[in-house]
Structures are given as structure tokens and as C-alpha cells.
């Protein structure tokens, strides 16, 4: 889910937009409006992003997240190893974010080890499930946080982006052209929203981790579906590249095929974000295999017992870049502020030679990563 991290105002697009005039954010999180018109139908069609609320840093910045208290966990549920070495002597965060790997990661199959990940992942799957049931106009993402904050630990299990390199919330929500790495905040859901709800969970020694964009509103305008409807194609594509032997390049193609070709088809152009990654996950939350999901030439060959995460963020637009919020986590789409990336992370999965990514039935669930393009320009 997380691993080099970014953070998020708002702002309403007309789908002709040509020119804006944007007003300053009010005292809440979020919030600013953007009229616009265009006077020549290719304008028009240049411009046409659909109607949504776009997400813009807070003003005034507040750098960080220490101003953000965390949800207490209770005693008794068994922290990773980032929370709960935190203190002790020779503990070094700044060392694999406090969660360090080692060897190759293969999971044992067969044995007690794959059955105790496919717990985890199974339950991420029920949560994400949950979360995305609370989904409604009006309800704010801090809501979701913490009622899905109560539901991972009253099923004994710790949520694992909590205080994982000081992220101070259970879970990650995206909103719109926020691409990944989102803070719950207490900015109302809007009828025409977006939000990727991100999930990993931590029990009995293992992460299970997956994520899915949930529309506000079943009545999404017609960019809403292409988007919605391409990054599911282009994640069933990555993993119909996956199987024993194969290397890991071919996700990274099928994934690039997929959205050219839907591109084309809806004649809409779509890219893929090149800065956050898939990883492979386990008894650690992010480590190799790292999973790129745009055309690569990086080495490596999909072996059995490899379990590790596909997640294409898909984005409206050529431009595939992001930038970070001054909270260190939120990830933007719009290239016009610079992007201080590391590639960070998100999860969901195939054991190689068997692949169980699928949501609902499946043990790990499937990670739908919609974004909106930001439709204006200030600099």
C-alpha cells in the first residue's frame, strides 16, 4: 500500500473548460470552484475532463502529519515490526521504513505459511468490501477511516498503514485526481467523486493488502466510465501476464496494450502513472519483487511461490506524472508542480502459478487505481 509516500483543496470542472477563475480555498479542507466555458468545439474536446471536484493542498500549508493523532489500537493485537520496534534499541526507521526484508521472498506453498497469508489477504478483501458499502454522498473519508479502523481490529488484525513511516490514518483514500497515498480527512463525498480506498491488514504475521475505486454516485459521466472501465481491463490484463516462468516485463506490457487500446476505442486518452509500483508482500509490507506497470526492461522472472502486488494507476490525459502534497504522502495528478518522487507501493496479488487476485472470491482481492487529470493549468 504505502512505501515512499505523498499527500491533498478542491475545485469543480465544467466538462468545456477553457478558462478558470478560481476562487480562494475556504477554512475547510478542500474546496474551490472553477467555472468555465469554451468557445470552439475542438476547445471543448481538448478540455473535456467530465465534472468532478478536483483536490488541492490545504492552504495554509502544514507540512507533515504530526498534527494528525492516530487511532488507538488495542493492546492485545500484534503489531508489525515498524510499530512495534519503534523505541527499542538499534531500531532504525529510516532502514527499509522500519521493515526490513531479506532473502527472496518466495512463499512456502502447501504449507502453513500460504495459509496464514491467504488469511490476511481474505480478510483485507471482507474489509474492502465493508469500506466500500459505506460509500455515499455526504459521508467524509475520516468517517470511513475510523469506522473501518474499528472493524479491522474487532477482527483482531492491525491496520497496517498506520504510523508505517508516520502515516497517520488505517487506511488510504484517493479522491479524484489524488492518485494514490490519500489522508482521510473531513471533506464531504460528492455526488460526482471518485475514491480509491486502499486496505492492508496485518495478522497473525502477514500483510494482506488490495484496493478498489468506489464511484459516489452509480450515474458516472462518460469519462468516469472509460477511466472506471480501463483500469479494470488493464489490471485483469497484468495478471493474465503472470505464471511461472514469465518475466516480469510481460505485466508491464499487457498493461500498456490494454490502455492504448481502450484509449483508441473511447477516444479518450488515458497513460499510466510511472512512479508507484506493485511489490511483492508477506511477512514484510513492501518489498522486491517490484512491480512496474508501464513498458520496462527491468530483469527479473515470476517464480512459484512469488506473491506480489498489481496495481495500475490509470490517468486521464498524456501527462503521467504526479506530485506530492506538503503532508509527504497525498500523490496528484497535474505536471505542472514538480513530483519528489520515490516510487512508492501498493499491494494486491498472485501466489505465482496459482493467481487469487480477484474480488470478491478471490484471496487477494484486485486494486482499481482510477484517477482524474486536473483540468487546469496555473503556471
Known amino acids: ?102 532473502g527472496d521472498g518466495l512463499i512456502a506453498l502447501g504449507a502453513e505459511e500460504e495459509d496464514q497469508l491467504r488469511s490476511a489477504a481474505k480478510l483485507a478483501t471482507e474489509v474492502l468490501e465493508y469500506a466500500g458499502s459505506l460509500v455515499k454522498p455526504g459521508i ?35 479522491v479524484n485526481n489524488i492518485i494514490v497515498h490519500g489522508i482521510p480527512d473531513d471533506r464531504p463525498l460528492e455526488l460526482e467523486d471518485l475514491v480509491n480506498i486502499d486496505i492492508t491488514v496485518y495478522k497473525a504475521g502477514y500483510h494482506g493488502d488490495t484496493s478498489a475505486t468506489f464511484p459516489v454516485s452509480p450515474h458516472l459521466d462518460r469519462q468516469g466510465h472509460a477511466l472506471t472501465g480501463t483500469t479494470s481491463l488493464a489490471l485483469q490484463a497484468g495478471i493474465s501476464a503472470c505464471g511461472p516462468g514469465r518475466p516480469f516485463t510481460a505485466i508491464g506490457r499487457a498493461i500498456h496494450a490494454a490502455v492504448a487500446a481502450q484509449s483508441k476505442e473511447t477516444g479518450m486518452d488515458m497513460c499510466i502513472n510511472t512512479q508507484f509500483t506493485g511489490h511483492g508482500i508477506g511477512r514484510v509490507f513492501h518489498r522486491p519483487p517490484w512491480i512496474m506497470h508501464h513498458l520496462n526492461d527491468e530483469p527479473g522472472i515470476m517464480r512459484p511461490g512469488h506473491c506480489f502486488t498489481i496495481e495500475p494507476a490509470i490517468i486521464q490525459g498524456r501527462n503521467p506524472r504526479g506530485w506530492v502534497f506538503p503532508d509527504g504522502w497525498s500523490a496528484s495528478t497535474c505536471s505542472w508542480l514538480p513530483s519528489t518522487s520515490n516510487p512508492a507501493l501498493r499491494n494486491n496479488s498472485c501466489v505465482n502459478g496459482e493467481l487469487r487476485p480477484r474480488r470478491p472470491s478471490g484471496a487477494y482481492g484486485s486494486h482499481h487505481r482510477t484517477r482524474r487529470r486536473c483540468p487546469y493549468k496555473t503556471r
Open 140 to 174: 467524509t473519508t475520516s468517517r470511513i477511516d475510523a469506522v473501518v479502523h474499528q472493524y479491522i481490529t474487532a477482527h483482531h488484525a492491525y491496520p497496517s498503514p498506520l504510523l508505517y513511516s508516520s502515516f497517520p490514518k488505517s487506511i488510504c483514500t484517493s
Open 1 to 102: 500500500m504505502l512505501n515512499a509516500m505523498r499527500r491533498p483543496s478542491l475545485l469543480l470542472a465544467s466538462r468545456f473548460a477553457q478558462t478558470s477563475r478560481i476562487s480562494p480555498p475556504p477554512s475547510s479542507r478542500r474546496a474551490q470552484t472553477r467555472s468555465s466555458s469554451t468557445s470552439s468545439p475542438s476547445a471543448a474536446d481538448d478540455h473535456d475532463f467530465g465534472r468532478y471536484s478536483v483536490i488541492l493542498p490545504e492552504e495554509p500549508y502544514v507540512f507533515g502529519t504530526a498534527h494528525i493523532a492516530p487511532l488507538q489500537v488495542p493492546d492485545h493485537i500484534p503489531r508489525p515490526p515498524y510499530v512495534a520496534n519503534v523505541g527499542k534499541e538499534g531500531y532504525d526507521e529510516g532502514q527499509f521504513n522500519g521493515d526490513p526484508w531479506e
